[in-house]
């Protein structure tokens, strides 16, 4: 298949050769990518930002797609279901996960983007397909009314700009500034509007 890969500070190579993934563990499933981004954190190692990253790690954990081959351990998915993968790996299962704390898990991990940051490495979505480890953790379905493209906000830049809304404490009334309106903070600003902010502040560089 064809995937996205990482070869040092300024390399990255688009190969036709890369292995298909498959189901290897009992919660697995395999994921055809329709939609994927390139998030800021994408361009860390690629600028040389971050090293220890290994050559030929297949980038991207922003993805939408549709599943394509699930575990027998797989619960509320099945082939054919329109997904959005969340950016942390999960097992769903463990005290931090019972918590919500996903980011803790015991088995934390990221697609494309792993070693470096102390998680386990798993090939990301910049590629045809992917395999999602702890998949009815990892993945959640698009309803039939929200594009791809739509969706694809859901799994990082949405969930970052709402956890740093509610994270802010905003409440209604509240005046609230955004500092920086890239993705993550436009969408900060949406969550500000929605958790009932009386007045909201863009504040951007020219």
Do not use: K, N
Request: with cysteine.
């Amino acid at each position: 298949m064809r995937a996205l890969r990482w070869h040092g500070t300024r390399r990255a190579e688009v190969a036709d050769d890369v292995a298909m993934p498959r189901v290897e563990e009992p919660r697995d499933a395999v994921v055809r990518v329709v939609r994927s981004a390139i998030c800021g954190t994408d361009l860390h190692p690629y600028r040389g930002e971050i090293d220890g990253f290994p050559a030929g790690t297949v980038t991207g954990h922003e993805f939408t797609g549709v599943v394509e081959e699930t575990g027998p351990e797989v619960r509320g998915l099945r082939a054919g279901d329109r997904v959005v993968a969340s950016d942390i790996i999960a097992c769903g299962h463990c005290r931090s996960c019972r918590h919500g704390w996903h980011y803790q898990c015991d088995r934390v991990g990221l697609f494309g983007y792993a070693t470096v940051v102390g998680t386990r490495a798993y090939a990301g979505g910049h590629a045809e397909f992917v395999r999602v480890p702890f998949a009815d953790t990892v993945l959640f379905p698009i309803p039939d009314d929200v594009g791809d493209e739509r969706a694809l906000f859901v799994g990082d830049v949405l969930a970052t700009g709402y956890a740093c809304a509610v994270g802010a404490g905003v409440r209604p009334g509240d005046t609230v500034a955004v500092v920086g309106c890239g993705p993550v903070g436009l969408l900060a600003l949406e969550v500000a509007w929605l958790l009932g902010a009386a007045r909201v502040l863009a504040v951007d560089p020219l």
